[in-house]
């Protein structure tokens, strides 16, 4: 009890002089937390949301500086869509992403190059990055005439890219790239899996296949398993199981709704008093959307129920850090994105927007 009260006392001197370093800054500065961050960093932010919602809200507002409380690929992605002027800082510079981390230029390169023994990449192959990728990728996807997508946006941009070549390389979430390949109603026999470590000799499958899928997954949201669907159902009777679409395809069949971190809070959030909901994403989401909807059951789908050890590393020290550095005339972890790697990754995020009014 009284390492928890210290614990607190702590926090709470640091919210003040983060609180107060805000008004000194006023407008010049935004803080932004995405909803896997912990609790007290959501609490300074002044706004919560996805990555891309996060980066747009980033270039909309005057703020000259954007701390993105998130992981690296997020910050950066706001960096590639900032306003000319504007600043993007994150107060954790090693806060990675495994998934992100599973796809780098050279292995995209020495896949192409493969690939291109088996089919006509230029003219046959499109790629499709997910957001959750580095800069680099999302160049390289946005030099090939490519698209990035969200995990809400896959579908739509799947279907546009299969529009305009007959075949999608997707990546990096082979899980995602499947589920969304799987409700547009392709089907396992025109999906083949592309491992980076162990490239295949025989390339057959990939002249047949329509998608072909990087072998990525986040470790957070691969931890669900179908056996957690059939626990949770019976530990809480009547509960309805929401999952990201990043979890496997045999979780994302016995779910009862799958969606990106944005449709879980709305569907939680929308709910009749009393529903109760098992939900397949990151715990931090889950414990807030349980704290904040006291009159439903919330509940994770795992147990032990995953956290994202990246999204964990920013503490309010490193967020202060930061902030103070501001005010003596520094820029703590400043992301900088050269202009010859933005302009390909803003390409493909370009065309994301372009498929979705496509689709509409
Ligand atoms: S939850 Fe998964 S995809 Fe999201 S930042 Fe963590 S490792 Fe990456």
């Known amino acids: 009890m009284a390492h928890q009260l210290e614990v ?19 407008d010049e500065l935004l803080i932004l937390a995405h909803h896997y961050q912990r609790d007290e960093i959501v609490k300074v932010a002044d706004f919560r949301g996805d990555s891309l919602e996060l980066a747009r809200r980033a270039a909309a507002s005057s703020a000259h500086w954007i701390t993105f409380c998130g992981v690296h690929f997020m910050a950066e992605t706001a960096a590639i869509l900032a306003r000319p002027g504007q600043q993007v800082l994150i107060p954790r510079a090693d806060a990675g992403c495994f998934l992100a981390h599973s796809v780098d230029r050279v292995q995209l390169l020495d896949a192409w190059e493969r690939l291109s023994q088996a089919i006509d990449v230029e003219r046959e192959l499109l790629p499709v990055a997910y957001v959750n990728t580095s800069a680099e990728v999302k160049a390289f996807v946005g030099e090939r005439g490519g698209a990035c ?54 390339l057959s499958q990939f002249r047949r296949a329509r998608v072909i899928l990087w072998r990525g997954a986040c470790n957070v949201h691969v931890r ?11 530990e809480h009777p009547g509960v309805r199981v929401v999952v990201h679409p990043e979890c496997r395809p045999e979780v994302v069949r016995l779910a009862d709704e799958v969606g990106s971190t944005s449709h879980i809070i709305r569907v939680v959030e929308g709910s009749p008093p009393g529903a109760g909901w098992a939900v397949g994403t990151e715990h ?36 202060a850090r930061v902030l103070s550095g501001l005010l003596s005339g520094e820029e703590p972890g400043l ?11 803003r390409a493909a995020l370009d065309r994301m927007w372009e498929a979705l009014d496509d689709g509409r």
Not at 154 to 173: C, I, T
Not at 284 to 312: Q, T
Not at 335 to 345: I, L
């Open 8 to 26: 607190e006392r702590l926090s709470h001197s640091w919210i003040e002089e983060i609180e107060a370093t805000k008004r000194r800054l006023g």
């Open 149 to 202: 997508c969200t995990s809400s946006s896959a579908g739509k941009v799947l279907a546009w890219a299969l529009a305009r070549a007959p075949k999608v390389f997707f990546l990096p979430d082979q899980h995602l790239g499947r589920n969304t390949a799987h409700a547009l109603g392709i089907g396992d026999a025109e999906i083949a899996l592309w491992d980076p470590n162990y490239p295949p000799e025989d």
């Open 224 to 234: 669900f398993l179908p056996e957690d669907v059939t626990r949770v159902r019976k």
């Open 284 to 319: 931090r989401l889950v414990a807030r959307l349980a704290k904040e909807n006291p009159d439903k059951k919330v509940v994770s789908l795992g147990d032990p129920p995953p956290y994202c050890a990246y999204m964990s590393l920013i503490r309010l020290p490193d967020l």
């Open 335 to 345: 992301v900088e994105v050269p202009e010859e790697v933005a302009g390909p990754a």
